[in-house]
């Protein structure tokens, strides 16, 4: 059965208070990007909520085979954003498992019909700053040459292509150079690259000499799994390239 | 748990050689970039593409929705025009069905256009062993089978080698070849001048089918090189084999699948050779086969279509423009499989037909990136399979075959762990607190972060999580 990505979630009117999804992973290795991509949000105004008994999007459990688990851990999340809030994610993949894989994890179960609503109020993080609040960035930072990782859950499950790369080109000091393959997997994939390292570390090989031929100084990417992966194989490989997590880049260039 | 009977294929071991051998990757990374290129040429216009990839998946759904009279209403109309259809539970019987033929037609020599069936058969092998001499026409799957490997791609066998290694292996096998050089046109027209004897000579002619035509008893067939023309009319007899979803319900259901096909496969719009084979040579005819058979076969094809959800994998044209796309399939390339169907169709087909126990691993050779779904032109949703299969490998009972062969006690309790502590707020905070508290001092040297940390630093734990960075700014909690 086709399980088309739902479509944009849609807001009649621009909203004051949004909640943050902050996923486990920013939660344990990259809090910084979590914390400004809500101060993202709260300079244009609006207030966030960090609902403090969130854990996990349930997304490693349901790709490893244990829907089980993974239900028992996306149920977890449900009460915890009441109302109509748009719940903001810094994650393509997070979000991705949200909003697409929920309404089919929780289907025939008695809490549907609340997973559907929690997942219809879904956005990944720059999706919501581009579409929703239509953003304006002042960059305050040196020039320096970037590339931009797309995740490929963003891309091809949430539909996320343009908009990061809209702001980052909002940034007047910064050189956006694209990579030769943006569309190709970095070989991260969850439980993939432990489970076949050594075709994940092609991946990422391969993905790193992309990004070293763009000449760039960093690379911002909007998904801390494929940041873990990338910025591990630079590190381990004395790469003068550092991953950045997009949030936190933005946050640098307006702060100066 | 299931019977372990079947040996599980190691990919894991085949995709590590394959990747240490550089001029294979440079081979799939050239090919691939090359076909990838030319496939966006073609469905430049996203419209276009979104309105014939909505018709051709339609064709192929409502195909699918009523398959079992589709099929029967084939065999009528097939019948009907002169061609004889046998009916095929298993390879086995589709190899014995097709020996049995030849031998009515006192063949010892069988010529074969491209069919990716016969590759589930391993009908070559079946057929030498009975004497029988079978030459791949194809020129990609004639270089395969010179060099004694399997196709490594479903529409290009060949792939996997360079001209430079096509060069080497006619002069090793063939003893005309030592002029040829390193010229491809003088190496594909060394390969004609012995094919083109052999299809004199041969009894039987055998070929693939692209799509059968339920209403009309039509077989369509395409090809780029005029061998499947050659071997579908020279000969006396001709076979042609199918999967039992290959048939469309009319004849206007097939241009929408010849025209995503090639499209998707090789950048071409069309194929050089469009075949519709409708009967046998009639009375007064001066050319064309006295008998023509279809082979339909099942092979786990039924029980895949008994599964709502699993069904979709039986709507795939073999366009091969998966292969094409996936970043583990350029980077093993096709024999790391070591299956007849490789890359992602390979691993959602293969596991259904020859069970979880062999397969298991299949679906998670995957990273889910959904970029072979991006590109199907029939909209498998691969991916959604790919993770279906994964439950079906840990979970005994179902109707996969093998089901729950990947079942681990130990496995099951991890996960059972990670939702415990997922689960509940307070056993969150505390986990997360030790791991950011000590986790940073676990070892590289432990089973899985080894994995990691072969190409990889360590993962850092922060100090302080985002739970604590959001408390301590103030951040509202509701």
Not at chain 1, 42 to 51: I, K, N
Not at chain 1, 79 to 102: E, R, T
Request: neutral net charge; charged residues 20%.
């Amino acid at each position: 059965m086709d399980r088309p990505t739902p479509p944009p979630s849609t807001l009649a009117t621009k909203p004051t208070k949004v909640y943050f999804f902050g996923t486990c992973l920013v939660d344990l290795f990259f809090p910084d990007a979590g914390m400004a991509g809500m101060e993202l949000l709260q300079a244009q105004g609006l207030e966030v909520v960090f609902p403090q008994g969130q854990s996990c999007c349930g997304q490693p459990a349901y790709n490893s085979g244990y829907r089980d688990d993974a239900l028992t851990v996306a149920r977890a999340q449900l009460d915890l954003f009441p109302g109509d809030l748009p719940i903001v994610v810094p994650s393509g993949s997070c979000a991705g498992m949200m909003k697409k894989h929920w309404p089919h994890l929780f289907h025939g179960e008695p809490d549907e019909a609340k997973a559907v609503q929690v997942s219809s109020r879904v956005w990944e993080l720059t999706q919501f700053l581009v579409q929703v609040l239509n953003v304006q960035l002042t960059d305050k930072g040196e020039p320096v040459r970037i590339t931009w990782h797309a995740s490929c859950h963003a891309q091809r499950e949430m539909g996320v292509v343009e908009e990061p790369k809209a702001l980052l080109r909002q940034l007047a000091n910064v050189e956006l150079v694209e990579l030769k393959r943006e569309k190709e997997c970095c070989g991260f994939g969850g439980t993939f690259a432990v489970r076949h390292p050594d075709i994940s570390a092609a991946m990422v090989g391969d993905k790193l000499a992309d990004i070293e031929q763009t000449g760039a100084k960093r690379v911002v990417s909007g998904d801390c799994g494929c940041l873990m992966n990338i910025n591990g194989a630079l590190e381990a490989g004395r790469k003068p390239v550092q991953g950045q997590h997009i949030a936190q880049f933005l946050k640098e260039r307006i702060h100066g | 748990m299931a019977d372990h009977a079947a040996q599980a294929v190691n990919f894991a071991a085949a995709s590590k050689a394959a990747l240490q051998d550089s001029e294979l990757r440079g081979n799939f990374r050239r090919a691939m970039d090359g076909l990838m290129t030319k496939r966006a040429v073609q469905f430049a216009d996203g419209q276009e593409w979104h309105r014939m990839r909505a018709l051709a998946a339609s064709v192929r759904l409502r195909a699918l929705s009523k398959l079992p009279e589709l099929l029967e209403q084939l065999e009528t109309n097939l019948t009907r025009n002169g061609i004889q259809v046998h009916w095929a539970a298993t390879t086995a019987e589709a190899n014995a069905i097709t020996l049995e033929i030849m031998r009515k037609a006192n063949a010892t020599l069988a010529v074969k256009g491209k069919s990716m069936v016969t590759e589930e058969m391993h009908l070559n092998a079946f057929l030498e062993d009975h004497g029988i001499e079978v030459l791949e026409s194809d020129l990609g799957e004639y270089i395969v089978q010179l060099d004694g490997t399997m196709p490594s791609h479903i529409i290009m066998p060949a792939i996997h080698l360079n001209t430079k290694q096509i060069a080497h292996l006619f002069k090793q096998k063939i003893k005309d070849a030592a002029s040829t050089g390193e010229d491809a046109a003088a190496l594909t027209d060394l390969a004609r001048r012995i094919l083109r004897q052999k299809f004199m000579n041969a009894g039987v002619g055998m070929s693939g089918v692209n799509a059968a035509v339920a209403e009309t008893g039509t077989l369509c067939l395409i090809e780029n090189e005029g061998n499947g023309r050659m071997c579908t009319t020279v000969p006396p007899v001709h076979i042609a084999f199918m999967g039992l979803e290959k048939v469309v319900e009319k004849l206007e259901d097939v241009p929408p699948i010849i025209s995503l096909l090639p499209r998707s496969a090789t950048g071409q719009p069309i194929t050089t050779y469009v075949n519709m084979i409708s009967s046998p040579r009639k009375e007064g005819e001066k050319d064309g086969p006295r008998e023509i058979h279809v082979v339909i076969l099942d092979n786990g094809r039924s029980s895949v279509y008994a599964d709502p959800e699993l069904r979709d994998t039986l709507r795939c044209i073999r366009c091969g423009a998966c292969m094409n796309h996936c970043p583990v399939y350029t980077k093993v390339g096709g024999h790391a499989y070591q299956a007849p169907y490789p890359g992602p169709i390979g691993k959602i087909l293969v596991p259904q037909m020859e069970g979880l126990a062999k397969r298991g691993e299949m679906p998670h050779a995957c990273t889910m990136c959904n970029a072979c779904v991006e590109i199907c032109p029939v909209k498998i949703p691969i991916v959604e399979i790919m993770g279906r299969l994964r439950v079906e490998a840990v979970r005994p009972g179902t109707a996969v075959k093998d089901a729950g062969a990947q079942a681990s006690r130990t496995e099951a309790l991890v996960w059972k762990g990670w939702a415990a502590m997922n689960s509940s707020p307070l056993a969150y905070r505390l986990a997360t607190t030790a791991l950011s508290t000590v986790g940073n001092a676990a070892p590289a040297s432990l089973p899985l972060l080894k994995d990691w940390t072969n190409v990889r630093s360590k993962p850092r734990f922060a100090a302080k999580t985002l739970h604590d960075l959001a408390r301590k700014k103030g951040i509202p909690d509701v």
